[in-house]
C-alpha cells in the first residue's frame, strides 16, 4: 500500500534548453546551451561580461525578438511547449514570463497605474484595489507608497522604483519572472530587500537571476549555470555553458576549473 | 599663469584660491559671457518690439464692436472685424482636424514603426523640405486640389492649405518628442505581455503628450499667421458666414487687405486685428503650456 517515495522528488521542470545557439545577424553569441530550469527555484545565470546570459535570458520571454536579426536555434520548451513553434504568440508568452531589467523603468505614470498596467492589458477580471495591494506587499513596498499611491513612480528611489518594477511584474501573475541584474543600480540595502524578496517570491514563481555579485548568487539561488566566452576562429567571442548545477556544488567543489577560477575570484 | 609641468607644492598662504578679476583669462571670460548676454537679448529685440508696437497701435482701438461687427464698407469708420475673428477660428479648426492626426499618427509610425528603415528616411526628408516650401505654394496646393474640383473658394481650401503647413511641423516636434522617451519603458511594456499597439496607446503616447501638445500649438501659431496661403483659397468675406464651403473672412488676409487701402480708419481696424491675432497665438500657446508643462521626460 505504502509507496516508496523518493525522499527528495526532482521538481518539476518548467524551461527546458535544448542545444540552443542563439544569433545576432550572423553572430553567433550563445552557442549549444542545454539546461533545465525548475520550478519554485531561484536560477542564477553568472559569467563574465559578453558571455551571453542577458541573450540568454532574453530568449526565454521572446524578447529577443524585439531586437532585428536576433534568432534562435536549437528549442528551449516552457512546460514542454517550444517557445519559438510558429504558432507561438510572443505576447502571450511574456504574459507567463515575465522580466525585471537591471536599469529601473517605470512607465511616467502613477505608482497605482504602474503596478496594474499589466493586469490592464491583460483585461484582469478582479478587484485592481486588491491586486494593488496584494502585488506592492509581496515586493515589500506597500509601507513605503501606500499614502501616496497617486504619485508618479518616477518621484521614488531608485531602489523603490525597482522594486516598484519588481510589483509591476508580479501583478501580471506571470508564472517565471526574469530579472537581469536587477541590484546592479542598487545600493547595498535595497539590495538586501530585493534579495529577501527574491527568497520570498520563489514559493509562487519560478525566478532566474542574472548576476554579477557572486555573494548575491550563492544568498539567493537553488542552481548556478556559469557562462565563459571563447574566441572563435573568426575572432569574435562566442558565449557558451560551462557547468551548471546546484549553486552549493558551483561554489564549493566545482567539476570545471575555469568555474572554481571565477567563483573564487581568479579569472583572467 | 600656472606652469602645469612641475609638481605641485601647494601654497602656504590663504591666497591660493582667491580670485584675481583682472588676470586675462577671468577678463576674458567676463567679456565673452557678457557678448553672449547681448547677443541673446538682440536675439529677443525684435519678438519684444513687433508685440510693444502691435500693443501700443492696437489697444486703444479694442472695443466691442471689434468682436460683434462687421468690417465697414471703405473711406467708412466704425465696424469691427467680427467674422474675420469667427473665420479665422474656423479655418484654424479644419487645419488643426486634418493636419494633427496625419501628424502624430505620421511621426508614430515614423518613431515606432518604421525606425531606421529608407522608407523613415524619405518621409523625415519630405516633411523637411515641405518645412522649407513657402507657404503661398501651400496655398496652390490647395487651390488646384480643393477650389478647382470644388470650383469655389471656400473655408475648408483654407483648411486644407494651412494644414500642408501644420503637417512638418507637427509630424516633425512629435516625432523629437516620441523619440525621447526611453527604449527601456517601451520594453518594460513588452515585458509584461502589452502588444505592440498597447505599447504605443498607454505607454509612449501619454508619456509623449506634452511634446504633441507643443507641436500642435506651434503649428496652429505658425499658420494662424499666414496670409498668403488663404488669399486664393478662402479668399475674403465681407459678411457673416460660418459655412465651411463658402469664402470666408480671416484675420490675416483682412489686415492684409486693410493695411494696404489709404483709409485710416481701415488701417486702424488692421492694427486692432493684428493685436487680436497675436493675443490668439499667445493664449493658445500659454494654455498648452500650461495643461502639460508636466513633462515626463
Ligand atoms: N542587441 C544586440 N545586437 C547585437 N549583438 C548583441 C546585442 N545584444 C548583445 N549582443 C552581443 O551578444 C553578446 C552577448 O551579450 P550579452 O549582453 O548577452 O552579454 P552578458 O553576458 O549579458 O554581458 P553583461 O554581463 O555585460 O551584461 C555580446 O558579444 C554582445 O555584443
Ligand atoms: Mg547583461
Not at chain 2, 68 to 88: D, E, F, Q, R, Y
Amino acid at each position: 500500500m505504502i509507496m516508496t517515495r523518493n525522499p527528495q522528488p526532482t521538481p518539476k521542470v518548467v524551461l527546458q534548453v535544448q542545444n540552443a545557439s542563439i544569433f545576432y545577424g550572423s553572430f553567433r553569441a550563445v552557442r549549444d546551451v542545454t539546461m533545465d530550469i525548475y520550478a519554485n527555484e531561484v536560477t542564477a545565470l553568472i559569467g563574465p561580461s559578453g558571455c551571453g546570459k542577458s541573450t540568454l535570458l532574453r530568449c526565454f520571454n521572446r524578447m529577443n525578438d524585439l531586437v532585428p536579426g536576433a534568432r534562435v536555434e536549437g528549442k528551449i520548451t516552457y512546460h514542454g511547449k517550444d517557445l519559438y513553434a510558429r504558432d507561438v504568440d510572443p505576447v502571450e508568452v511574456r504574459r507567463r514570463i515575465g522580466m525585471v531589467f537591471q536599469k529601473p523603468n517605470p512607465f511616467p505614470k502613477s505608482i497605482y497605474d504602474n503596478v496594474v498596467f499589466g493586469a490592464r492589458v491583460n483585461k484582469y477580471k478582479g478587484d485592481f484595489d486588491e491586486l494593488l495591494e496584494t502585488s506592492l506587499r509581496q515586493a515589500a513596498l506597500w509601507d513605503e507608497v501606500k499614502d501616496k499611491l497617486q504619485e508618479s513612480g518616477l518621484s521614488l528611489s531608485g531602489g523603490q522604483q525597482q522594486r516598484l518594477c519588481i510589483a509591476r511584474a508580479i501583478a501580471t501573475k506571470p508564472d517565471v519572472i526574469l530579472m537581469d541584474e536587477p541590484c546592479s543600480a542598487l545600493d547595498p540595502i535595497s539590495t538586501l530587500k530585493i534579495e529577501e524578496l527574491i527568497h520570498e517570491l520563489k514559493q509562487n514563481y519560478t525566478i532566474v537571476i542574472v548576476t554579477h555579485n557572486m555573494q548575491q548568487a550563492t544568498r539567493v539561488s537553488d542552481r548556478t549555470a556559469f557562462f565563459n566566452a571563447e574566441a572563435t576562429e573568426q575572432g569574435n567571442r562566442v558565449g557558451y555553458l560551462v557547468e551548471y548545477d546546484h549553486t552549493s556544488v558551483i561554489f564549493n567543489n566545482p567539476k570545471q576549473k575555469a568555474t572554481m577560477d571565477y567563483v573564487s575570484g581568479r579569472f583572467g | 599663469m600656472t606652469d602645469i609641468s612641475q609638481p605641485h607644492t601647494p601654497d602656504t598662504t590663504n591666497d591660493q584660491f582667491r580670485k584675481i578679476w583682472t588676470s586675462p583669462r577671468n577678463l576674458f571670460g567676463l567679456f565673452m559671457t557678457g557678448l553672449t548676454g547681448l547677443f541673446a537679448a538682440i536675439a529677443i529685440l525684435p519678438l519684444a518690439a513687433i508685440v510693444i508696437n502691435v500693443a501700443s497701435q492696437g489697444l486703444p482701438l479694442i472695443n466691442l464692436d471689434l468682436f460683434t461687427k462687421l468690417p465697414p464698407p471703405p473711406g467708412l469708420s466704425g465696424g469691427g472685424l467680427g467674422n474675420a475673428i469667427v473665420g479665422t477660428l474656423i479655418v484654424l479648426g479644419v487645419a488643426f482636424v486634418i493636419s494633427t492626426p496625419i501628424g502624430v499618427l505620421g511621426a508614430v509610425w515614423l518613431s515606432e514603426f518604421g525606425r531606421g528603415s529608407k522608407i523613415a528616411y524619405w518621409v523625415r526628408f519630405s516633411a523637411n523640405v515641405l518645412s522649407g516650401v513657402p507657404a503661398i505654394i501651400a496655398g496652390l496646393f490647395s487651390y488646384t486640389i480643393v477650389v478647382m474640383t470644388m470650383g469655389t473658394f471656400s473655408a475648408f481650401a483654407g483648411g486644407v492649405a494651412l494644414a500642408v503647413v501644420m503637417l512638418p511641423i507637427v509630424m516633425r516636434t512629435t516625432e523629437e518628442g516620441l523619440v525621447l522617451v526611453p527604449e527601456e519603458v517601451r520594453l518594460a511594456a513588452f515585458g509584461l505581455g502589452a502588444t505592440r499597439f498597447e505599447t504605443v496607446s498607454r505607454v509612449v503616447l501619454p508619456a509623449a503628450l506634452p511634446s504633441i501638445a507643443t507641436a500642435v500649438t506651434l503649428a496652429l501659431a505658425r499658420a494662424g499667421g499666414e496670409a498668403a496661403p488663404l488669399l486664393f483659397t478662402a479668399l475674403n468675406n465681407n459678411f457673416w458666414s460660418t459655412d465651411l464651403f463658402r469664402p470666408i473672412a480671416t484675420l490675416s488676409v483682412q489686415i492684409y487687405f486693410f493695411a494696404i487701402i489709404p483709409f485710416k480708419p481701415q488701417q486702424e481696424l488692421a492694427w486692432a486685428g493684428a493685436l487680436v491675432l497675436l493675443s490668439i497665438i499667445l493664449i493658445v500657446s500659454i494654455v498648452s503650456r500650461f495643461l502639460t508643462r508636466r513633462k515626463s521626460y
